[in-house]
T-cell receptor, first 113, second 112 residues
Framework: QKEVEQDPGPLSVPEGAIVSLNCTYS??????FMWYRQYSRKGPELLMY????GNKEDGRFTAQVDKSSKYISLFIRDSQPSDSATYLC?????????????FGTGTRLQVTL | DAGVTQSPTHLIKTRGQQVTLRCSPK?????VSWYQQALGQGPQFIFQ???????QRGNFPDRFSGHQFPNYSSELNVNALLLGDSALYLC???????????FGPGTRLTVL
C-alpha cells in the first residue's frame, strides 16, 4: 500500500465548474501537506501549503485537511482551461529540518471550453 | 529573483554510462533535494543536501550519489545507468528548516 493514495484520473470538467481533488494518506507522522500543479513536461509548482486540519483559501483555490480521517482535498472554483494540468498532493513530517516529501501519483485535470 | 534552475534540459545516454545533473537553488535557499519522477508517477525522494552533506536519503541504490558546493548548488550523479533510470529528475530547494520546497523545471533523462 502506498503511503499517499491519489486517483490518477483523468478528470474532465467544463469551464466554470468546481473541481474537487483528493488524497488519502496512511502515516500518522505526516503533519504538513502541500498541493503542487505540474504542467506537461514542466517542474511542479507549489500552490498551497498547510499544516493544520481545516481550510485554507488562496484566490480560487481552497485546501482542506482532515487529520482524523487522513484525507486532504483541493477545491478549484470557477475552473479555467489554464487550470488543465496534473495536480500532485504531497506530505511530510516535522523533523526540525526540511523533511522529504512523499507524493501521490497525481490527478490529471482537463478543463474544457 | 531567479527560481531553481537545472541543467541540462534533456539528456540521452546508453546503458552502463554515467551521468551528472546540475541544480542551482532559489536565491537565499541552502537546502537542496533531488527527486525522480517516472512517467505517470509522482516524484520519489532520492536525497537531500544541507551544509554540503547528505542529510536524508530515500530508497535508491548507491549508484545514485550527489554533492553540494559551498554556493549551495548541487549535482546528482548516476553510475551504471539502467533503462529504468529513464525519468524526469527534479531538484527542489528550501531555506533551513522551512517545509515548502520549490522545484526546478527538471532534467529529462532517457537511457537507451
Amino acid at each position: 500500500q502506498k503511503e499517499v493514495e491519489q486517483d490518477p484520473g483523468p478528470l474532465s470538467v467544463p469551464e466554470g465548474a468546481i473541481v474537487s481533488l483528493n488524497c488519502t494518506y496512511s502515516n500518522s507522522a505526516f503533519q504538513y501537506f502541500m498541493w503542487y500543479r505540474q504542467y506537461s513536461r514542466k517542474g511542479p509548482e507549489l500552490l498551497m501549503y498547510t499544516y493544520s486540519s481545516g481550510n485554507k483559501e488562496d484566490g480560487r483555490f481552497t485546501a482542506q485537511v482532515d487529520k482524523s480521517s487522513k484525507y486532504i482535498s483541493l477545491f478549484i472554483r470557477d475552473s479555467q482551461p489554464s487550470d488543465s494540468a496534473t495536480y500532485l498532493c504531497a506530505t511530510g513530517s516535522n523533523t526540525g529540518t526540511a523533511s522529504k516529501l512523499t507524493f501521490g501519483t497525481g490527478t490529471r485535470l482537463q478543463v474544457t471550453l | 529573483d531567479a527560481g531553481v534552475t537545472q541543467s541540462p534540459t534533456h539528456l540521452i545516454k546508453t546503458r552502463g554510462q554515467q551521468v551528472t545533473l546540475r541544480c542551482s537553488p532559489k536565491s537565499g535557499h541552502d537546502t537542496v533535494s533531488w527527486y525522480q519522477q517516472a512517467l505517470g508517477q509522482g516524484p520519489q525522494f532520492i536525497f537531500q543536501y544541507y551544509e554540503e552533506e547528505e542529510r536524508q536519503r530515500g530508497n535508491f541504490p548507491d549508484r545514485f550519489s550527489g554533492h553540494q558546493f559551498p554556493n549551495y548548488s548541487s549535482e546528482l550523479n548516476v553510475n551504471a545507468l539502467l533503462l529504468g533510470d529513464s525519468a524526469l529528475y527534479l531538484c527542489a530547494s528550501t531555506q533551513g528548516s522551512y517545509n515548502e520546497q520549490f522545484f526546478g523545471p527538471g532534467t529529462r533523462l532517457t537511457v537507451l
